[in-house]
């Protein structure tokens, strides 16, 4: 606390990449009030784009990237592909992109719970990896316990992909009901719901709608726009 109060007492503008980072701080340091403000992270246009062709959906693709730690929720997340499994006869499949310290003990609960046929793990992949099995997805699923933000989501998004996450803390001003669902932390039931929601309604969701209004908030060219405008208002005040 002390350091943050001496970094942040002296900054003229602190930048915060979400809402809920913003609260965060200023419940620690509430002298940060005045000074603080949000401009989310971007994603490059030209990375992330949608498929040359259309998506198939048998079987559906849920896709998660990031690190195989607790925080992340794949232990939520495979207790969930069991409950689906058990109550829909549509094909699905998840894929983990990522490493992690967790990797032998997912895979073991993975087995225990009997989902192994529709889990991969994928291991860590390289940028134009991790773009091709966007690409072949049919839905990003992030049920994390906490997010600063949430970059692997609006990167999924931009190739046209409806999302699933938590009300974890960044997600929640990045999801609404046009690009996915938001559902409550630490919550089973209601993961394995919202993921058969969508395979069931994948066609009221519009890739070119979501893409478009990620690009409108969180690409490269909308997010420097803000930077440029608070730069110029510290400059020439």
Request: glycine share 8%.
């Amino acid at each position: 606390i002390p350091l943050f109060k001496q970094a942040y007492g002296a900054c003229e503008k602190l930048v915060l990449v979400s809402d809920s980072l913003r609260k965060g701080i200023e419940s620690l340091v509430p002298a940060a009030l005045d000074r603080s403000m949000v401009i989310p992270n971007m994603i490059r246009e030209d990375l992330f784009l949608p498929p040359a062709i259309p998506r198939k959906t048998d079987p559906f693709v849920f896709i998660w990237a990031g690190r195989l730690e607790h925080v992340k929720g794949l232990d939520l997340l495979l207790e969930a592909v069991r409950l689906l499994r058990d109550r829909t006869s549509l094909e699905f499949r998840v894929r983990l992109a990522g490493k992690g310290s967790l990797r032998e003990e997912l895979e073991k609960k993975a087995h225990a719970l009997g989902v192994q046929e529709r889990v991969s793990f994928l291991g860590r992949l390289s940028r134009k990896e991790m773009l091709v099995e966007m690409q072949g997805a049919n839905c990003k699923v992030l049920p994390s316990r906490y997010e600063a933000f949430g970059v692997v989501l609006i990167e999924a998004m931009a190739t046209g992909l409806p999302v699933i996450a938590t009300r974890s803390g960044g997600p929640d001003s990045i999801v609404d009901t046009e690009n996915g669902l938001l559902i409550e932390p630490e919550h089973v039931e209601e993961l394995a719901q919202a993921m058969q929601h969508v395979m069931e309604n994948a066609g009221a969701y519009s890739s070119e709608e979501i893409r478009r209004q990620t690009l409108l908030y969180y690409g490269d060219k909308a997010v420097m726009e803000q930077y440029r405008q608070l730069i110029g208002s510290l400059l020439y005040p």
